[in-house]
């Protein structure tokens, strides 16, 4: 049983991890934070998508705000 556990690590440590390897030792700090710059672009944008989202459903008057519109409150 341990060398299945060997080898998710294996599969993680030298394979899918690997990329971030050449990260790791790149002088810039630009570089080395792209990654982190790319997660944080992708959910910038997916939070204004959200917003907007929203801002129609309230300027439509769809959403019930009544204080009473869970059974459960």
């Known amino acids: 049983m341990s060398k299945f556990f060997y080898g998710i690590e294996d599969l993680?440590?030298?394979?899918?991890?690997?990329?971030?390897?050449?990260?790791?030792?790149?002088?810039?700090?630009?570089?080395?934070?792209?990654?982190?710059?790319?997660?944080?672009?992708?959910?910038?944008?997916?939070?204004?998508?959200?917003?907007?989202q929203l801002k129609i459903f309230n300027d439509n008057n769809e959403e019930d705000k009544s204080i009473s519109s869970h059974s459960y409150l």
Do not use: K
Request: charged residues 5%.
């Open 12 to 52: 993680f440590v030298n394979v899918l991890f690997a990329p971030y390897d050449f990260f790791r030792f790149v002088e810039s700090w630009w570089a080395s934070n792209s990654i982190n710059w790319i997660f944080f672009v992708i959910g910038f944008v997916a939070m204004i998508y959200w917003m907007g």
